[in-house]
């Protein structure tokens, strides 16, 4: 069994990290990205605070959600309210741009190294951002798809025309660089017309996002093929100097990235391990002179090694 370290580095000694994980970036065969929310937070893809107000002010003032989680998992009445507030939520943080470019520097590191992504995140930043859609594999879902609520089949459907006609039927409009907002004097309709729900093409039943919440989440074709790429992936460079460089995940799914990556890592002398994560930058005993953990913003911490530092 494992025996987790805290990472307890001083400033200097943070730097001196952040120099080794840079010339590792250089220096691997290969890198596995593992992306927590952590990383898209840090790109500013916050769910509370002004980002949730400027949405979602007339659901908080209804319902007094604090953060957009609430908001998704509340049992609303109708299908239109549900709808009206599940599109804006996914427009905004599948099909806008994030706040900050904190994707484009990580790709900037690694387009040109044999690289692949796992991540929790279902975000699509990755993609937005340039990395190979080929070499992504988003373990938890899309923002991006629908899927039968029940589930009859096994398809996945992508919603961005339809969640676009939802947003519209609000009232809000869309800027030239793909933004949402209201005109001035329009306040937000909370519900979408009745055509505009979504139903399973087969059964008739209404659709549900395509997100790991339970056990109706549908694993499609490209799941599946994202999942064999990726062990391909590994087989590959089996043996080999492998970065294994862990982005912002926490403790909610350990079983997906950080196990598999502290297990990869032990197996493998040549291997590093790498975890950027403020506050939760750990690794086990055993692989500590294998490790790289810098307790810092990941934002900061790319923009240093992207700088030259």
């Known amino acids: 069994m494992f025996l987790k370290r805290v990472s307890t580095e001083t400033a200097g000694a943070s730097r001196e990290q952040v120099k080794r994980l840079k010339r590792e970036l250089e220096s691997a065969d290969a890198v596995v990205l593992g992306a927590g929310a952590g990383l898209s937070a840090a ?25 957009m989680y609430s908001g998704g998992f509340y049992p609303y009445e109708t299908l239109e309210e549900h709808w009206a507030y599940w599109s804006r939520y996914i427009f905004i943080n599948r099909y806008m741009d994030a706040p900050e470019p904190v994707y484009h520097g990580l790709y900037a590191l690694v387009k040109d190294k044999d690289y692949f992504v796992i991540t929790t995140n279902v975000d699509h930043c990755f993609q937005k951002a340039g ?16 899927q ?25 409009e869309i800027d030239g660089g793909g933004g949402l907002f209201l005109p001035d004097g329009v306040n937000a309709k909370m519900a979408i017309p009745s055509e505009l729900v979504p139903l399973c093409p087969k059964c008739g039943k209404p659709m549900s996002m395509n997100l790991r919440a339970d056990d109706t989440f549908v694993q499609d074709r490209g799941w599946y093929a994202a999942a064999e790429r990726y062990q391909e992936f590994l087989r590959r460079h089996s043996g080999l100097h492998i970065l294994y460089l862990e982005l912002g995940v926490g403790g909610n799914t350990p079983g997906i990235i950080k196990y598999p ?10 291997a590093v391990y790498a975890c950027v994560n403020y506050g939760e930058a750990v690794c086990p005993q055993e692989i500590d002179s294998q490790s790289i953990c810098i307790d810092k913003d990941i934002r900061s911490c790319l923009s240093l090694i992207n700088s030259g530092a």
């Open 43 to 67: 790109a500013g893809m916050q769910y509370d605070g002004a980002r949730f107000k400027r949405y979602f002010g007339d659901f908080h003032e209804k319902y007094g959600f604090r953060d």
């Open 131 to 146: 990395f190979d859609r080929q070499r992504l594999f988003y373990t938890q879902g899309d923002y991006g798809l629908f």
């Open 148 to 172: 039968c609520s029940a589930p009859c089949h096994s398809s996945t459907y992508d919603n961005e025309e339809t969640v676009r006609q939802m947003v519209l039927a609000q009232g809000y």
């Open 261 to 270: 990556f502290w297990q990869m890592t032990a197996h493998n002398p040549k």
